[in-house]
């Protein structure tokens, strides 16, 4: 394993007391249907050797995001947030420098979309939205891009019309692995990483596999075509908690990911459990 600590740079949590998350629906994701805190984290975080932590927005609505800042302000897990706000507003920078005037607010690193959800496959091309964008890059935040393998080249097309933004991609883009198909998602992937203000989250490939039969092999081809294409100082781990508890333990994850850069020296496995994640989100 990695000589330095780990910082997981993605994990969500919440509170179904406070408002519903519409996406858990379904006998599959059923699992999920309860709260999860940081203090249901921490314990099994703290026994695989992470110090620190990056929580991830779940829903887009606007309240979401400063309750994550409040609790990364009373953690001392959580050192960063990719929280949500409404990129086609035409206030969208007031709305960011608003969050930041929150407690915590200086825990903001980034922020996230459900483009995963949005049936316009062009959706980050929209005029609206790349003005949003430009927002993010201006106030000096990375911004998470959570798509599906078809929404690729959309997200390559943005990427390139905004260099002065770093697009974090969530779950290497989610590609097919119960599958094991690999192209067309290779193939877009690589064009994306193409680009050097892109960098990739090793998280959430084994939601992505076999339900109950996934095998660390079955995620290597993928895992090893992200690393190929980013490279060791542009990937990122992410243990996609409590999202990864439907197919394995978080302390497993961990294990697999560390399987999965076996190839890698020291220095180089530090910087993806550990460096990356400290360098793109500025923790």
């Known amino acids: ?58 829903v887009c609505v606007p309240e979401e995001t400063p309750e994550l800042l409040a609790l990364a302000a ?106 094991g198909w690999l192209d067309p998602w290779a193939t877009d992937l690589r064009r994306l990483a193409a680009l050097p203000n892109t960098v990739c989250k090793l998280s959430g490939m084994v939601t992505e596999a076999a339900p109950g039969s996934w095998r660390t092999q079955d995620l290597k081809p993928y895992a090893e075509t992200a690393l190929d294409a980013f490279g060791p100082r542009r990937l990122l781990f992410g243990s996609d908690w409590p999202v990864c508890t439907l197919q394995a333990s978080y302390s497993t994850v961990v294990e697999v990911a560390d399987e999965l850069t076996d190839s890698l020296g020291v220095e180089e496995k530090a910087a993806v459990f550990h460096g990356n994640a400290t360098r793109v989100y500025r923790l």
Not at 16 to 24: A, D, E, G, K
Not at 49 to 54: A, D, E, L, P, R
Not at 79 to 87: C, E, H, K, Y
Not at 157 to 165: F, K, V
């Open 1 to 58: 394993m990695t000589d330095r600590p780990i910082i997981d740079a993605h994990h969500h949590v919440w509170d179904l007391t406070v408002r519903p998350q519409p996406w858990i629906a379904g006998e599959q994701l059923a699992p999920l249907a309860r709260s999860f805190s940081v203090a249901d984290l921490a314990t099994e975080a703290r026994a695989a050797g992470v110090v620190g932590t990056v929580v991830v927005q779940t």
């Open 74 to 179: 009373r953690s001392d897990l959580v050192a960063g947030v990719v929280g949500w706000t409404d990129l086609t507003a035409p206030d969208v920078a007031d709305a960011i420098a608003a969050l930041r005037e929150q407690p915590g607010g200086e825990h903001l690193v980034g922020i996230r979309h459900q483009v995963q959800a949005e049936p316009d496959p062009q959706w980050l091309l929209r005029p609206d939205v790349q003005r949003g964008l430009t927002a993010v890059a201006e106030a000096g935040l990375a911004y998470d891009l959570v798509v599906k393998p078809h929404q690729l080249a959309a997200a390559t097309a943005a990427a390139a019309q905004l260099i002065g933004l770093t697009f974090v991609v969530d779950h290497l883009g989610k590609p097919l692995i119960a599958s």
